[in-house]
């Protein structure tokens, strides 16, 4: 069944920009991690933040988790063209890594 | 970094034959990987666990006599797609845990199967 559930986004933002995206779920979760994939390729991880972390950084990319409103958000600082993709989060429920994924973000960074 | 593969990447096949798609840990071993189908502008829905030595497990809705696995070797995973029909094409990918520590799952480029 679906876990993550990102809010229906569809960003377009201006190279330089940041952008934001968020992620929620329904049930208690392991992990939450989140995905990029590029159009019509596999996926690419991002970061993996645990049940018990609220914040993770890991170079232009920030996360957050807030298990007590069992969301997520993803920023991405800066922006690059070649940030353009969608992303996922994920939720790892079971401790075993079946990953229930969210519907995704399209994000479009303008040059 | 490791590295996971699949083969064909792309397929096309007539209604009614069946179609089988690879997926390799190249420089590692994976006992259990994992079998997901994305259809055009959604997400990645599960569809089941490859164990290898095993019998797969499957998500509630998938027909295992459908979407047959076989996890022959610690670096190979196979899905056949049995009887396709075209609401079968979609792009299927595959993952593998990297066993790290990190919980890091490495995925495979992915196929996509159109059935006509």
């Known amino acids: 069944s679906q876990q993550g559930e990102e809010d229906p986004q569809a960003l377009s933002i201006q190279e330089g920009e940041n952008a934001t995206m968020n992620c929620s779920y329904k049930t208690s979760i392991n992990n939450l991690q989140w995905y990029r994939q590029n159009s019509g390729r596999g996926l690419v991880h991002l970061i993996l933040?645990?049940?018990?972390?609220r914040e993770k950084h890991s170079g232009r990319l920030r996360v957050t988790l807030d298990t007590s409103k069992k969301s997520s958000s993803l920023l991405i600082t800066a922006s690059r063209a070649a940030d353009t993709a969608s992303y996922f989060c994920?939720?790892?429920?079971?401790?075993?890594?079946?990953?229930?994924f969210g519907k995704g973000n399209q994000v479009v960074v303008i040059p | 970094g490791a590295v996971v593969s699949q083969h064909p990447s792309r397929v096309i096949c007539k209604s009614g034959t069946s179609v089988k798609i690879e997926c390799r840990s190249l420089d590692f071993q994976a006992t259990t990987m994992f079998w997901y189908r994305q259809f055009p502008k959604q997400s990645l829905m599960l569809m089941a666990t490859?164990?290898?030595?095993?019998?797969?497990?499957?998500e509630q809705g998938v027909e295992k006599d459908k979407f047959l696995i076989n996890h022959a070797s610690l670096t190979l995973s196979t899905l056949t797609v049995t009887s396709a029909h075209p609401e079968d094409s979609s792009f299927y990918i595959c993952?593998?845990?990297?066993?790290?520590?990190?919980?890091?799952?490495?995925f495979g480029p992915g196929t996509r199967l159109t059935v006509l």
């Open positions: 994920a939720t790892d429920v079971g401790g075993n890594n079946r990953l229930a």
């Open positions: 933040i645990r049940s018990n972390e």
């Open positions: 490859s164990n290898e030595g095993s019998k797969a497990t499957y």
């Open positions: 993952s593998a845990p990297s066993g790290r520590a990190s919980d890091e799952q490495f």
